[in-house]
């Protein structure tokens, strides 16, 4: 099973509160482990301005700059671009899917602030990483719900949103979710 490319919603039986109603966009997925981002947990005291200003990177102030999101409890301090495909920083780019690409160097984020980066793009600060076989466990006891990724929803809709969304396309409403899981 290769989950990249894929969501994961976390259910109401979900133990760690750190992932609480999260969504989390599997960026890479093989026998070594899984990495993946939060997106739709805002960093409230870090703006994508700020940053700017802390790398000495120049924006223009005609652009739109991207929000940023808590990606992750590991290296809280490295930040990771999730962005639409068109955009491609040579060997520094991975194509995670026909949709979506990942970038984590700098030079992403002043393409991003001169105009020049991609058309849809969130930072995240930190990644959620999984041993091998980890992921599989936490799937087996429930704790996850695996959902397609759609750039509307990753990208066009406001993080507070984003859970509610994913089930609400998965035809399933949040009120009839149990904390309880089974096995038949």
């Known amino acids: 099973m290769d989950l990249t490319g894929k969501l994961l919603l976390a259910t109401p039986g979900m133990l760690d509160p750190r992932f609480a109603k999260s969504v989390i966009f599997i960026c890479a997925h093989s026998d070594e482990g899984a990495m993946g981002l939060v997106v739709n947990r805002m960093a409230r005291d870090v703006t994508f301005p700020r940053l700017l200003s802390q790398l000495s990177i120049e924006s223009r102030a005609d652009v739109p700059l991207p929000q940023v999101h808590l ?3 590991v ?4 930040g990771f671009v999730l962005h639409s495909t068109e955009y491609d920083s040579s ?8 949709d979506f690409g990942m970038t984590a160097t700098v030079d992403v984020l002043t393409h991003i602030a001169q105009g020049a980066g991609p058309a849809s793009s ?3 600060l930190g990644y959620s990483g999984w041993s091998p076989g980890q992921l599989e466990e936490e799937l087996a006891q429930n704790a996850w719900m695996v959902a397609d990724a759609s750039a509307l929803l990753v990208f066009g809709t406001d993080s507070d949103q984003k859970w509610a969304a994913a089930l609400a396309a998965m035809g399933i409403d949040p009120v009839s ?3 309880a899981a089974g096995r038949a």
Not at 75 to 78: A, I, Y
Not at 91 to 98: F, R
């Open 177 to 179: 979710l149990s904390g």
């Open 71 to 73: 990606g992750g409890p």
């Open 122 to 124: 969130l930072l995240a």
């Open 91 to 98: 060997d520094a780019t991975m194509d995670v899917s026909p």
């Open 75 to 78: 290296e809280q301090g490295r």
